[in-house]
């Protein structure tokens, strides 16, 4: 983020308290440019917060008090007393705020000629109307915080995701070689999701099967391609406005926030949810692009390759012509991201 740019490598240390029951840890406390990451004595990695969805407990109180969101369940806690990491840390909590939209004169205006319209269009073209326009003028870091909440809401299902160190830096390596510098963020989890899942605002999470139980990093690659292509078939924010239903659609156009009971609810549907079918056109495209083998991902579907022949028949990368996508170092570290 843009408002942390004087901030890059800034580390400090801090007490940090996993759960209300816990004792506090003496920690090291470095900020990125997405992230804040929480490290013990011995440099190893033990939580990483989403910069966007940080909440102060105690304003304008020092030592500051930080939580990963702001759920009302939120046992995790940070404290902090080093000036400059709390200045770095509300600088970007301020930088986000001020982004969020706010209802002004022009919108309110606009709000009264809605509820007028209501009376005529209500069934039929108001909430097709409403989702369009609020989609439209959502800006990015509202869709962030908007996946950041659904992501610690999936987590009391799916678990704290794995953050090994060294399995989260080869995870971002085999984003990146198949997605692109512009990869989205990746979570690989316990349970939850049958093989993959991703959320509003960039997040693919990864059953870790994907990474254990096979002998080649091309099977989690295949997955994370298939919903790359599915967020962008369908903007992931739909699908959660669908559920929300008109007023949840109001009031986020209104406010930038959803309420809890709305998240928990889709958190609940969006894990039990099947898959969205996937052109095969399409998807065999994206691994063309990508250089990405489709035969270790169609198997990894159906064992048989029954129904996904077309996938084996047209893998538009062959194995004489394949290039390892994470070196051998990586792919050991990516496979034990859940057991560090």
Known sequence: ?????????????????????????????????????????NDRALAHWSLPAVHRLNPRERPALFAPSDAADEGEELELADPEMIDAIETVRKAIDKARPRPGRLRQVLTLAVVALTVTFAVVWLPGALKRHTLSVLPDVTRAAVGDRLLTRVRRVAGTPCAGALGGRALGRLGTRVLGADAARLFVVSAGVANAGHLPGGIILLNRALVEDYEEPDVAAGFILAEAARAEAEDPMLALLDHAGLIATARLLTTGTLADPVLDAYAERLLTARPVPLDTGTLLARFAAARVRATPYAFALDQTGETTIALIEADPVPMAAAEPLLADADWVSLQGICLD
């Open 1 to 41: 983020m843009t408002a942390l740019t004087r901030y890059q490598r800034l580390e400090a240390p801090g007490l940090w308290r996993p759960a209300p029951e816990a004792q506090r840890r003496d920690v090291i406390v470095s900020v990125g440019d997405a992230t804040l990451t929480i490290t013990d004595l």
